[in-house]
C-alpha cells in the first residue's frame, strides 16, 4: 500500500467515535410525545451499526438525570476524536439562549427556565474535548406548549418560537436543528419524525461527508413535509471531508506514471515565474500538446503586456516633451496666472480678514448682550430674593401676631369669658391686613368687621375658591389668607394704564404712535379731507347736535384672575364695588 493510501485509511481504523442518543416523550406537566423516543431508538441502532464505539441511548430523563448523564458522557469524550450528542424532545428559546426541557419540568414562570431546564450550552461543553468532531444535533424545534401558559415575570424578556440561532466559538463543530432558528418541526404521522427518518437515511453512508450528508437531509424533509419544515445547520468544519462513517477500502492497483504529471508540474513552474524566458524554456521542451497550447496563450499574454507599457512609455515621454515645450512658451503666461492667482489670494485673504473683524463684532455684541441678560437675571434674583425676604418676615411677623392673638385668647379664657364671647379685637384687624396684601381690599385695616370687610372676603372667597363664612372674622380663614403668596384678587387699571405685577403703570406709546380706544398703541394715520358742501355741513352738524349720542369705549383695561386683562367693551365703564373692594363692568 501507498504512502497516501496509509495516510487516507489510518486516521479512520484508529479514530475513537462516541454517541450519547436522549429521547425525552413522557412529559409529566404537558401533553405527551410519541416520536421521541421511537427517534432515538433508531438513531441509537444507526450509531451502533455505523460501528461506534460508545453508543448511550437514554429516554425519558428529569432534570438531575440529564445534568448527570451529561456529565458522564463528558467524561468519555476525554480521549474520543468524534463525539456526537442527538436529543429528541421540548426545547425552548429564551432572551437569545437555547435550553433542553427534562420531563419533569413545570415552568410557571420564565424566570423557572435557569433552574428547570438544561441549558444547550451544556451539550456543546460536553462535547468540547472531542479532537477531530463536534456534532449536536437537535430534534427539539417542537411548537412549545410551556410558552403559552408560562408567566412572564419581566415584561421585556422574549421568549421565541422554534429554538434561537446558535454561532459555535470552538472549530469543527456543528449543531444540527430539525428546523431553521425561529422556526417549528413536525412529528409526522408516522412511527417516527422526518428529520430522524432523513439522518437514518444518509448521516451512515460512508465516506459521505457530513455538510453534503445534511443536504441530502434537508431535501428528504422538505419534500416530505411540503417545503413547511427546512433542516438548519450551524458551524463550519475544514477543508477535508468529515464523514462519521470512513469509506469503504478499495483496491488501489501499483503505481502508474501519468506522462502529463511532469508537463503539469513544469507548467505550474513556468506559470509561477510568469517572465517570457520560463514559457519560451517551457515550449521548447513541451513544443505541442495541451500545455504548450496554454503556454502559448501566456506569451501572448506577456507580449501584449509588453506592448501595453512600452506604448505607456512612449506617450509619457511625449506627454513630458509637450509639457517642457508648453512651459516654455507660455512662461510669461504662467506668470501672469501666477500673478492673478497671488491677487486672488490676497483679495481673499483681505475679505476674509474683514469676515473675521465682522465675526469677532458680532462675537463681542453677543457677549455683550449675554453679560447684560446675566446681570438683569441678577437682579432679578435679588429683587426675587429680597421680596421673599420680605414675604418671610411677614409670615414670620403674622405669626408671631397670631400667637400674640392666641395667648390674648387664653388670657381671656383664663378670665372665665363665657363661651359666646366675640373674637378678639385683633383678629378682625388681621384679616384686613391680609385681604390687603392679596389685592381683595382698598380700604384701611381698622379693626372693624363691617360689610366692606365682609365683602373683600367674599371676593376672596370667589378667587381662591374656598367657602368661609364672610360674616364671621375667623382663625381658618386668617389660615387661608396667610398661606396665599401674592395677589389672588386681579388688578384692575384705569384707561392709560396697563398692569404690571401688582402695579399699574402708564402707557407710553412711540412717535407716530396714538393710544386707541383699545387701550393699546396704534399708528397715527392721515386721512384726506373731503370737500363737502356747505348745505351737506350744516345738515351733518345738525343731525350730530340733535341726535342721540353714541356710545364710545372708555379706554379702560379690566383684570380677572382667570381671564387676564382685556378692555372694557365699548358703551361700558369701571366702578368700584359697594365699599371700595374691587371693580366691576357696568354697560348700558
Known sequence: ????????????????????????????????????????????????????????????????????????????????DMAVIYYAGHGIELDGSNYLIPTDALLETDGDVLDETVALDRALFAVEPAKRLRLVILDACRDNPFAKSMK??????????????????????????????????????????????????????????????????????????????????????????????????????????????????????????????AWEAFLQTYPDGFYANLARVQLKKIAAEEERMA???????????????????????ELEKAAAAAKAAEDARIAAEKQKQIEQARAEAAERERKAAEAAATKVLVEKQAIEKAAAEAVAKQAADRLAIEAESKKVAALSLPPSAPP???????????????????????????????????????????????????????????????????LVCNFGFKADGDQCVKITCRAGYRLGDDNECEKIERKPVARQSPQTGDRDRKSAETGPAKPQASGQIICTSSGGCRPVGKGCRLESHPGGVGQREICN
Not at 406537566?29 to 450509531?47: E, H, Q, W, Y
Not at 384701611?444 to 367674599?458: H, I, V, Y
Open 424 to 490: 378678639p379685637v385683633d383678629m378682625p384687624r388681621s384679616i384686613q391686613v391680609e385681604l390687603r396684601r392679596v389685592g381683595c381690599l382698598k380700604g384701611e385695616a381698622n379693626g372693624d368687621w363691617s360689610e366692606t370687610a365682609q365683602r373683600s372676603l367674599s371676593l376672596f372667597n370667589r378667587y381662591a375658591g374656598t367657602r368661609f363664612d364672610a360674616k364671621l372674622a375667623s382663625v381658618d380663614a386668617l389660615d387661608a389668607l396667610k398661606a396665599k403668596p401674592g395677589r389672588v384678587c386681579p
Open 1 to 80: 500500500m501507498t504512502f497516501a493510501s496509509l495516510l487516507a485509511c489510518s486516521p479512520a481504523l484508529a479514530e475513537k467515535r462516541v454517541v450519547l442518543v436522549i429521547g425525552n416523550s413522557a412529559y409529566k406537566n404537558t401533553l405527551r410525545l410519541t416520536n421521541p423516543v421511537n427517534d432515538a431508538a433508531l438513531i441509537g441502532d444507526m450509531f451502533k451499526r455505523a460501528g461506534f464505539d460508545a453508543v448511550d441511548v437514554k429516554t425519558d430523563l428529569n432534570a438531575s438525570e440529564m445534568r448527570r448523564t451529561l456529565r458522564e458522557f463528558a467524561g468519555r469524550v476525554r480521549d474520543a
Open 152 to 277: 412572564r415575570m419581566v415584561a421585556s424578556r422574549a421568549i421565541g418560537r422554534g429554538l434561537a440561532k446558535v454561532e459555535p466559538t470552538s472549530p469543527n463543530t456543528m449543531i444540527a436543528f430539525a428546523a431553521k432558528a425561529g422556526s417549528t418541526a413536525s412529528d409526522g404521522d408516522s412511527r417516527n419524525s422526518p428529520f430522524a427518518t432523513a439522518l437514518a437515511e444518509h448521516l451512515p453512508k460512508p465516506g459521505l461527508d457530513l455538510r453534503k450528508a445534511f443536504g441530502f437531509v434537508r431535501d428528504d424533509v422538505l419534500k416530505s413535509t411540503g417545503n413547511r419544515q427546512e433542516p438548519f445547520v450551524y458551524g463550519s468544519l475544514g477543508g477535508d471531508d468529515v464523514s462519521l462513517v470512513p469509506a469503504k477500502p478499495t483496491a488501489v492497483p501499483g503505481p502508474q506514471a501519468n506522462p502529463q504529471d511532469s508537463v503539469r508540474r513544469d507548467y505550474e513552474l513556468a506559470l509561477q515565474a510568469g517572465l517570457r524566458e
Open 311 to 333: 506604448a505607456t512609455e512612449k506617450a509619457r515621454l511625449a506627454e513630458q516633451e509637450k509639457v517642457k515645450l508648453a512651459a516654455e512658451r507660455a512662461q510669461k503666461a
